[in-house]
């Protein structure tokens, strides 16, 4: 069943998710991403924005060029939002999502197992159990060991339920499918493994591509409501002071 001679259960791995901390701590930077746009579509909703969009006049073109900016900015704002939370929808990785003849509904999911499968053959020695060279090599034993035990069960029904069992017969082969039960046990400790480091590194793979988009969204939207406060600004009106002279004494002469 297995590549090596050395049991797989002396290197099974613990169980748990040994990425658990990694990826809540990709979620609160996400979550921090997504409270500064909050932050900034607040600032063009209830703001200073409106009232200064509320001061132009209408109709004229500096009133529309400050609508269109105001716009872009917070086109920008929600785009970033909807990436943002994108990134923490409940996205789940399968064993049987790794295979190599797995289809994907988008070229770029299928783009994105590819890289894992590569990833996962490059640290094969921490993943993988010992004298496996590569996932597809992991996964056909895998799956070759759960149609052997699917036939060791099979025949220790058929020994048991015979009419007149033979005790050995049916001991030989539950002592078979139980043994074939135990190594499975130790391979699903193995895809346990491969399973967390996968999904980690996808996510951190996801916020690492997005991140770019993100600040490139935030640094528009900055740069639009910067715009618009210089179109918003009302002019400061230059009035001449009025000079009021008192004559200070009697009645005038008459003429």
Known sequence: MAASDEPASTAAAAAGDPYATNKANLRDTIKWLAGIFGALAAVVIAGTPLSGLGALPWPSTKFLWAAGILLFSFVCICLALIFTL?????????FSDLAPDATAPRTKVTCEIRRLRKDIDKHRADLLPPGYTSIDQFQAVVQAAVTQATDFGKQWVQHAAAPNPDEAQVAQAKGAYEAQVAALLDFRAYQQRILAYASYVRF?????????????????????LMAFAVIAKAPT????????????????APA
């Open 86 to 94: 994108r990134l923490l929808r409940a996205d789940l990785l399968y």
């Open 204 to 224: 951190y793979n996801r916020l690492r591509n997005a991140t770019p988009l993100l600040f490139l969204l935030g640094i528009a939207a900055l740069l639009a």
């Open 237 to 252: 009106e230059n009035k001449t002071p009025t000079v009021v002279v008192a004559v200070v004494g009697g009645e005038a």
